[in-house]
């Protein structure tokens, strides 16, 4: 172990799960850390994850874990080598908090409680000496000859011999994360993939999902297009999840994305987690012309048995009208909406309907389409996509390749990935690493 007089000083911008584990992991490896927090409070956005819950990580086997994160999901191989998911529960463990995983492999603290995930990371900084300065926003890295010399706040500078950014991304500001890493970065010569929404809510055009709105649907299949919403293809709509994560699913355009989740409209437009899974490539495609949606309302029935179904319903209830039978389908307000783009009357007596309106009501049930506006603002979203470009970055260790004694990791880099604690195991390993790395190089 290093004498007080020879131990390596390291500076960790931003209190999160990377920052605090970084930090925790620093100086448990030797080092004079200190953890650098904008906020009264570290951990806040750890707090909101999974609902107050925290999904810290995934029961995944490996290589799908990595395909979660899409192209850039190799970047973390070195990091997931080094600090995996058995050795998070581990770490966990040994801090007294038990884990528990659920039956679709996401794992949360036995408690339920995201406050003691944050009380475990603070624990750990705490056991290893690390000081912890909060309500102290860092304006930037100061660099002189290639490296890392001081970190520079309102209130002063720090000496650094290395500095670790683990900033977070730009959503969810109220918990501190407002982009500031991403400037700090570029100040330094980084270049910084552009920043968009991920996991958020999409806008719909027009009123028909407004019309809507508070309707939840379970189970339905989501599809989304690169086109306008009248010009989508029937024939291309598959009937299997694809997309990014689900592994041996070509896609070629127009199609997107195709998933099977549970959906919610709202007064813009459409959230729920089959909507958020798929709103980074649809928001991706709308910077290149249009993207829509098309929703099977009966997932469970294949479009023939759909119809031949809808058949006998209206002749075993002849006399009930129309829109009472399509009730025992779907939602009152989507049986109004599904009647009046068939152009058929809800008031309409079942013996009344024609053949070719029965094909247009079960046509629309299998295929009720939407055109996209844009998705939700990135203040709103789950997770920043975009970031520091890992190309500059060295993933065996996090550290900069422009700039000596910097490191990153977490959200600030570019990575991401859908729901399921993929992202928040990413941010625990990168910081490990980061903080690792900085110790011992410097």
Do not use: W
Not at 59 to 68: L, N, Q, W
Not at 427 to 432: E, H, I, K, L, R
Request: hydrophobic share 40%; with cysteine.
């Amino acid at each position: 172990m290093q004498n007080a007089m020879s131990k390596k000083k390291i500076v960790v911008i931003g209190g999160g799960a990377a920052g605090m584990m970084a930090a925790g992991r620093a100086a448990e490896s030797g080092a004079e850390v200190l953890l650098l927090e904008k906020m009264e409070r570290p951990g806040k956005k750890v707090l909101i994850s999974g609902n107050t819950r925290c999904n810290l990580s995934n029961a995944r086997d490996f290589e799908d874990f990595i395909c979660m994160f899409g192209r850039n999901g190799k970047f973390l191989y070195p990091s997931l080598r080094r600090f995996s998911r058995n050795d998070l529960l581990n770490f966990f463990a040994g801090q007294g908090l038990k884990t528990l995983a659920e039956p679709d492999g996401r794992i949360f603290p036995a408690s339920g409680r995201s406050s003691d995930v944050v009380a475990a990371l603070i624990q750990y900084m705490s056991q290893n000496g690390v000081k912890i300065v909060m309500e102290s926003p860092v304006r930037e890295i100061e660099a002189s000859g290639g490296r890392v010399t001081a970190v520079c706040t309102a209130m002063g500078s720090y000496r650094a011999d290395a500095a670790v950014l683990a900033t977070g991304g730009a959503s969810y500001p109220q918990t501190g994360s407002t982009g500031d890493g991403y400037k700090m970065a570029a100040a330094l010569g980084h270049s910084i993939v552009r920043l968009r929404p991920a996991l958020v809510p999409l806008m719909t055009e027009g009123t028909k999902a407004q019309s809507l709105q508070g309707i939840s649907l379970k189970g339905v299949r989501l599809t989304s297009f690169a086109c306008r919403a009248e010009d989508i293809d029937p024939a291309l709509i598959p009937g299997k999840d694809c997309g990014r994560g689900i592994a041996g699913r070509k896609i070629r355009l127009p199609l997107i994305e195709s998933r099977t989740g549970d959906i919610l409209f709202t007064h813009y437009g459409l959230s729920g987690p089959a909507v958020l899974l798929m709103s980074l490539a649809v928001a991706d495609a709308l910077e290149q012309g249009f993207a829509s949606l098309t929703i099977d309302l009966i997932p469970k029935k294949e479009h023939k048995h759909a119809e031949e179904e809808l058949q006998e319903m209206l002749n075993r209830y002849s006399s009930r009208l129309v829109q009472n039978i399509l009730e025992d389908l779907v939602p009152s307000k989507i049986a109004v909406s599904v009647l009046a783009e068939a152009g058929v009357s809800g008031q309409t007596r079942a013996n009344q309907v024609t053949a070719p309106q029965r094909e247009n009501i079960s046509r629309i049930l299998k295929d009720y389409r939407l055109d996209i506006k844009g998705p939700r603002p990135l203040a709103e979203a789950m997770v920043t996509a975009g970031g520091i470009c890992l190309n500059e970055v060295d993933p065996r260790t996090m550290q900069s390749k422009l700039i000596k004694g910097l490191y990153f990791c977490g959200e600030v880099l570019d990575i991401d990935a859908d729901t399921g604690g993929f992202n928040l195991q990413a941010a625990f390993s990168t910081g490990y690493l980061a903080g690792d790395s900085a110790a011992i190089h410097g």
